[in-house]
């Protein structure tokens, strides 16, 4: 990937972005507190969690999937509330952007074609603890459904094109 925001904070990324007026938090709103703390931090400093909600939200995804795709690469199951929160997110990231932004459209495909011969590994204590096979499963149905939505996106370009 050619760019790197990870130096990153949230208030300059939506500088950038064009967003000028001061964020006022609304206290009523778990959401707007949960964003006001988030702002000043670092794209590399956010939690697996912020990272997986941001995308979820559909919040700088230019900025923001890089550093998701990073860190799946590191840990494919990586998530703040559940093993997989981040590859679930992803999946969720709105089809504009995704026709918007081809490179990193196909930098998510590779990652497609990388997390295809990833095998996740159990410590023999964690078998006996969980259910294996449905963390299998549940992890290929992940990628699966991230597939799906790049697939639908890429199908859907092809037939723009083709008219």
């Keep these: 990937m050619s760019n790197d925001y990870s130096e990153l904070s949230i208030n300059e990324i939506a500088e950038i ?7 006022v938090v609304d206290e009523s709103s778990s959401m707007s507190k949960w964003f006001g703390k988030i702002l000043n931090t670092k794209v590399k400093e956010l939690s697996d969690g912020d990272i997986a909600k941001l995308l979820r939200q559909n919040y700088h995804p230019f900025y923001i999937i890089p550093e998701a795709i990073k860190r799946i690469r ?13 590859l679930y997110s992803l999946s ?6 995704w ?10 495909s590779l990652l497609l074609k990388e997390l295809d011969n990833y095998k996740l590994v159990f410590l023999e204590e ?11 499963n549940r992890f290929k149905k992940l ?10 996106i890429e199908g859907e370009e092809f037939m723009f094109w083709s008219k």
């Design 74 to 86: 590191i840990n494919p199951i990586v998530g703040g509330l559940y093993d997989g929160e981040m």
């Design 126 to 136: 964690e078998k006996e603890e969980i259910n294996v096979e449905g963390q299998i």
């Design 99 to 108: 026709l918007e932004y081809k490179e990193i459209r196909a930098e998510v």
């Design 143 to 152: 990628i699966s459904e991230l597939r799906s939505a790049i697939s639908q």
């Design 17 to 23: 972005e064009g967003f000028t007026d001061e964020y």
């Design 92 to 97: 969720r990231v709105d089809a504009l952007f």
